[in-house]
């Protein structure tokens, strides 16, 4: 009797463990992980969303809208491109895919750098450049690296860092008060001739500041509507 009750007692045992083992890690611990489609919060937005910005030295106004976006809503898959008034470039923003480790169920670990935003600039006859720009999860220290050709040759290939230098919990422009503020520093921007630049992301807002160092251009989010 004590026999059968031993195996018993091994086989509920063993149960349990391939129980747990079909468990995934985001279900046992949902603080320490995210959806990846969250991600779409900062650049993905829908058509008649549009953004006023105004420079800070020369009150200069660039009015920027949706012109084409599409999203995959059971992926983290997405493309929006804006077109800006002030240089008439377009402006294109997307994810390419889920980079990194345990992905289930579009749940991934907060500290796991599992997803990356593209950029890109361009209109017809001038594509400028693409590169990183933001980092998901996205937490202070983040970081990633991104190149430049500044010309032709070897010798003009840099390799600078792209970094999540803090997220505001509160973060104010223009007497506009946002929340959760990804503050990214890049240290050569391709599409802004390689100078470091800072941004300011938003979730459901997108872009509410924009630091170009080396041209001294800030530019600031004055008014804005998102399209729900």
Known sequence: MKKWTLVAIGLFMLTACQKDDDISYCELHPDECVDVREVKDYFYFKMGSWWVYEEEHTGNRDSVYVNETWTDTSSVLFSTELISSYDEYEYRFWTTGVNGSLVDNNLTKKKVKSTRVKRSKGKSGDYVDEQTCFLFYPYEGL???????????????????????????????????????????????????????????????????KELIDSNQVWNLVSYHINQ
Do not use: C, M, W
Request: proline letters at 3%; glycine letters at 8%; a negative charge.
């Open 143 to 209: 970081a990633t690296t991104t190149s430049y050709i500044s010309g032709a040759g070897v010798e003009n290939y840099h390799i600078g860092k792209l970094e999540i230098e803090k997220v505001f919990e509160n973060y104010v422009v223009n007497d506009l008060e946002f929340h959760q503020v990804v503050f990214v520093s890049e240290e050569f921007t391709s599409i802004y001739d390689g100078q470091p630049t800072n941004h300011f992301y938003a979730p459901h807002i997108g872009l509410i500041r």
